[in-house]
């Protein structure tokens, strides 16, 4: 069963900044947040991850609400080479729920 | 750099066929997982394991098993292949969680035609 709703699909400006959405009401407190990214015709490469703060790496940052609801990934200065299917997942580790991720396009 | 291998990234097999998928990482990982990835479907869990000859069924193990015999392979086995399970394939690993969770690493994937 679906854990996450995401939108399906989403543009974003070239240099612009990314903000991908991701509703989990559903979230128990032992459940991280995940992000995932799949450029075409590779496997899923692992973004960022957080429980309750929000948490910045050199790809992204995400920000999780204070009821942990629901999150949003953010690409400071997206590139077209961010263009990808985007998946949030929530999990206690040892499985993930891709579900269909949001499709992000960066347009020149 | 961890790495997951996948023995095939195309394969074309015929109805009937038996198939044999197969995974391997060079982390030590504990826990592997097979998945197939559909257009408008996403990524399927279809079986995972979480220790030597352990298994565990996903959300679409039917018409697939898997075997675990040694900690580093992970085989995916469709008995009997059939057109439905044109797809790609992807294999995972990610070890143990002990309350510090990890990132789960992919192989490129095995894209599968059954014909």
């Known amino acids: 069963d679906a854990k996450t709703t995401q939108p399906t699909s989403m543009d974003c400006a070239e240099g612009r900044a990314a903000n991908l959405p991701c509703n989990h009401s559903?979230?128990?407190?032992?459940?991280?947040v995940y992000w995932y990214r799949q450029i075409h015709s590779q496997g899923p490469q692992y973004i960022i991850h957080g429980l309750k703060n929000n948490e910045t790496n050199e790809m992204a940052s995400l920000i999780i609400t204070e009821d942990r609801k629901s999150s949003t990934l953010i690409l400071p200065h997206a590139t077209l080479r961010d263009t990808a299917v985007y998946y949030c997942?929530?999990?206690?580790?040892?499985?993930?729920?891709f579900g269909t991720g949001t499709s992000l396009t960066v347009i020149p | 750099d961890v790495k997951v291998t996948q023995s095939s990234r195309y394969l074309v097999k015929r109805t009937g066929e038996k198939v044999f998928l197969e995974c391997v990482q060079d982390m030590d990982h504990e826990n592997m997982f097979w998945y197939r990835q559909d257009p408008g479907l996403g990524l399927r869990l279809i079986y995972f394991s979480y220790d030597v000859k352990m298994k565990e069924k996903g959300d679409i193990p039917e018409g697939y098993s898997v075997s675990r015999e040694k900690k580093e392979r992970f085989s995916l086995i469709l008995e009997s292949a059939s057109t439905n399970q044109t797809s790609m394939y992807l294999c995972?690993?990610?070890?143990?969680?002990?309350?510090?969770?990890?990132?789960?690493?992919f192989g490129p994937g095995t894209r599968l035609t059954v014909t």
């Open positions: 995972a690993s990610i070890p143990r969680g002990t309350g510090v969770t990890y990132e789960q690493y």
């Open positions: 559903t979230i128990s407190g032992n459940e991280y």
């Open positions: 997942i929530v999990t206690t580790g040892n499985q993930f729920y």
